[in-house]
């Protein structure tokens, strides 16, 4: 089976195909929310699909920095009803302000302290803020994925000393960096992922089965069939999950 760990199938691009995309293959998605209503949207939807895994969190671009508490107080008092915590994370790509990267924080903290007390795995975006990010986790004993990781290998390597876990999209298939970074870190401690509809093989609409796409990439690095590599990403994420 294979194993989408971070999409955004919710998403209206696929409002007019999402049954047919869903059945396209053999695959659990993980279905990340960015804020309260979108993780009210992906609840219902998982109730739909049974190959959705609904993850709820609030994306540091979705923050209201104007008073962010109301809405992450509403996410926090639904976490029960997801496996997964996700969208949240640091975006300092987007956002430039030291306020506003200092809430970020704040609310990546509170998060973090939900995810050790209800024993959930967290999926987050780190764009720019993995420096914060490597200071902040190792004072909660949580598991975490860093989705689309883009970063060098002494901070994959720190993430991987830390019990995370690095997934990655279809996109390594024309990025060169990421591929380093895949050869340098144990096979034990990867998934695969798409962030549909972003960051495909090609820069049209991405979909869940384009993981396919990262399995054949990842085997040509570590000189492992297909095959394989999809069981062993299975049980990784199975791992990951706690089962
Ligand atoms: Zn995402």
Same mark, same amino acid.
């Given at each position: ?29 993980v ?44 996410v ?6 997801f ?11 987007w ?19 939900e995810?050790e ?10 764009? #720019?803020? *993995? /420096?914060?990010? &490597?200071? !902040? %986790?190792?004072?909660?004993?949580? @598991? ?6 883009e #970063?060098? *290998? /002494?901070?994959? &390597?720190? !993430? %991987?000393?830390?019990?995370?876990? @690095? ?17 340098e ?18 820069r ?32 990784n994420?199975?791992r990951?999950?706690?089962?």
């Open positions: 089976m294979l194993i989408d760990a971070h999409s955004h199938i919710d998403s209206k691009e696929f409002d007019k195909d999402r049954e047919v995309i869903l059945k396209k293959c053999d695959i659990l998605v279905d990340a929310g960015i804020n309260f209503d979108n993780d009210l949207t992906i609840l219902e939807l998982s109730k739909k699909y049974s190959n959705i895994i609904p993850a709820g969190g609030l994306h540091p671009e979705n923050i209201d920095y104007k008073n962010f508490d109301q809405e992450l107080n509403k926090l008092e639904l976490l029960d009803k496996k997964i915590i996700s969208e949240i994370g640091l975006d300092y790509y956002i430039k302000e030291d306020e506003k990267r200092r809430i970020q924080k704040t609310v990546l903290e509170r998060f973090l302290s995810a007390k209800r024993g959930k795995p967290l999926i987050v975006h780190i764009r #720019g803020g *993995i /420096k914060d990010f &490597l200071d !902040i %986790i190792p004072s909660y004993k949580v @598991i975490f994925d860093v989705h689309a990781y #970063g060098n *290998i /002494k901070n994959a &390597l720190r !993430i %991987i000393e830390l019990g995370g876990y @690095i997934s990655f999209p279809p996109v390594i298939i024309r990025d060169k960096q990421r591929q380093i970074v895949a050869k870190i144990p096979i034990d401690r990867v998934l695969t992922e798409t962030d549909s509809p972003y960051l495909g093989p090609t049209d609409r991405n979909e869940p089965c384009n993981v396919s796409y990262s399995i054949k990439k990842l085997g040509e690095i570590w000189n492992i069939d297909d095959k394989s590599i999809e069981r062993l990403i299975e049980n994420f199975k990951f999950l706690g089962i």
